[in-house]
């Protein structure tokens, strides 16, 4: 080791014993891991006091040199309002527009007709090569692929240039809506063959996603949300090994979306945590690794309906600390969602906060500014580690669409949002604006009519659904 560093390291070490002694004098005899050591959902260790981390790993977004798209869900019900919409959001700063569909498992009971006119509409007047397009999980993904590729034909647009993702996870289908339109065994023979035609060099966007929302949402650990993640990943690999086709050339075309929550640096450690653990698996399948996309929304689950103004905090946090970790495409979640379709402003405010943290706060400057710090550097290490443990569970129980037809994973998320609720119901965590400090009055929140959608009821497979109840949902429970 070199000298300085040495001296460099012993200083950390002993300003590090300094201010821990420092700490316990101030507790006058209390236990110190007990007053200022936290735990995650995990049951991992969250210290005050960190030493610089000595080994670092950069973990950047896919396209550092770039700013991370900046991305407004479309999920209203009526195509010429949503294309109102997309275009107003567009033309006001978004570089990327989320289709959400009915049905959907994050439609949160609205979302777009899913039928080919509604798409055709929806998208007038896009100039799709110049912005990033996704197609959120939903139970017709395949067939929007079709959809999408017939809508851009006559427009002469040169897939080259386009920046997409159409989001196609059964294990999200299924996991969130509780049936699947084909057997599993149908799945793995046909998926392979019908999506041959995207899995191209030329074709830079994502075909399969791993989605991870639809268990957070239900109460996952970050941990169990990663190892599902993987799961999904590890069976995209096997559909294509059963069909005698090279993984390496899927690898480039699957994508991940996970949800950020107010908890600022384990949803930082949990974006830099799921690009070392993506790596770790493709080498594990013997092939070149390659940079994880990564798509991040704020979290429905830990949005109020009391003082809603208050989610408008939770999501900046949230949304930070996905630029902060590196994800490439980010959505937040208008603050009124809670209560209904978020109308214009509510949208406009969502739309601005990433407009400020972008150009104004220029979060995209740095590379991974979160490396090096001792704090995130052992979040992420510990998040692996679980997230690693919980994906070698989830394969022993024969991958996660058995394990979801077994009901296994739920079992596991479920307990786990129980634990959560009794942290909050203890007073351990509060909510601020419905457990503490809640409003004398509320006021009246504004947002567009619209009905709500029914989840599907056909399919061959079914399994039980998860449930999306917020916490604050869980605390009136």
């Known amino acids: 080791m070199d000298a300085s560093l040495l001296k460099e390291t012993e200083f950390a070490q002993t300003t590090h014993e300094k201010w821990v002694k420092l ?29 610089r981390a000595s080994k670092a790993q950069l973990t950047p977004r896919k396209n550092p040199s770039q700013v991370w798209h900046i991305v407004q869900r479309i999920d209203d019900p009526d195509p010429a ?21 009915e049905g959907a498992p994050n439609a949160f009971g609205y979302g777009l007709p899913a039928t080919r006119e509604a798409v055709d509409q929806v998208l007038r007047g896009v100039h799709l090569d110049m912005i990033h397009l996704r197609m959120d999980v939903h139970p017709k993904s395949r067939a929007c692929a079709d959809w999408f590729v017939d809508y851009m034909r006559p ?42 035609g995207f899995f191209s060099d030329d074709l830079p966007g994502i075909v399969l996603e791993a989605d991870g929302r639809v268990y957070h949402n239900a109460g996952a650990t970050e941990a169990q949300e990663l190892g599902a993640m ?25 994508g991940f979306a996970l949800s950020v929550d107010q908890d600022q640096f384990i949803s930082i450690a949990k974006i830099r945590a799921l690009r070392r653990l993506w790596a770790r698996l493709q080498e ?17 689950r830990m949005m109020t309906k009391l003082d809603p103004e208050t989610n408008i905090l939770r999501t900046t946090i949230a949304s930070f600390a996905a630029a902060i970790g590196g ?3 980010i959505a937040i979640l208008p603050h009124t969602i809670t209560h209904g379709l978020p109308d214009g ?25 979160a490396c090096g710090s001792g704090a995130v550097e052992s979040l992420t290490e510990a998040l692996c580690a679980a997230a690693w443990k919980e994906f070698q569970t989830l394969e022993r129980e024969g991958g ?42 509320e006021r009246p929140v504004k947002v567009l009519d619209a009905p709500h959608m029914p989840l599907p009821t056909d399919g061959v497979v079914h399994c039980e659904p998860l449930t999306f109840p917020r916490i604050d949902e869980t605390l009136q429970a």
Do not use: W
């Open 284 to 300: 594990a399948c013997d092939i070149t690794p390659s940079a994880a996309m990564i798509h991040a929304e704020t979290s429905m």
């Open 327 to 329: 994800a490439d495409t």
């Open 345 to 369: 402003s509510a949208r406009r405010l969502a739309r601005n906060t990433q407009l400020v943290l972008a150009d104004e706060s220029n979060l995209a400057f740095v590379a991974d500014p």
């Open 81 to 101: 309002r949503a294309n109102k919409q997309l275009l107003e959001d567009l033309e006001n700063g978004a570089t990327g527009i989320a289709l959400v569909f």
């Open 155 to 196: 427009r002469d647009v040169n897939p080259k240039t386009l920046s997409f993702s159409l989001g196609i996870d059964p294990a999200a289908t299924l996991a969130g809506t509780g049936r699947l339109r084909m057997s599993i065994a149908a799945l793995k023979a046909s998926l392979p063959q019908a999506l041959a």
């Open 23 to 51: 700490a316990q004098k101030a507790l006058k005899g209390a236990d110190f891991n007990e007053t200022l050591v936290s735990r995650t959902d995990d049951d991992i260790a969250v210290g005050p006091l960190y030493q």
């Open 230 to 254: 993987l799961s999904i990943a590890a069976g995209h690999f096997r559909l294509f090994e059963e069909a005698r086709q090279p993984i390496h050339y899927a690898a480039p075309h699957i």
């Open 400 to 441: 996660i669409l058995q394990s979801l037809v077994e009901g296994k994973l739920q079992e596991r998320i479920v307990n786990a949002r129980h634990a959560r609720a009794e942290r909050y119901k203890s007073g351990e965590r509060s909510i601020i604006g419905t457990t503490v400090f809640p409003a004398a009055t």
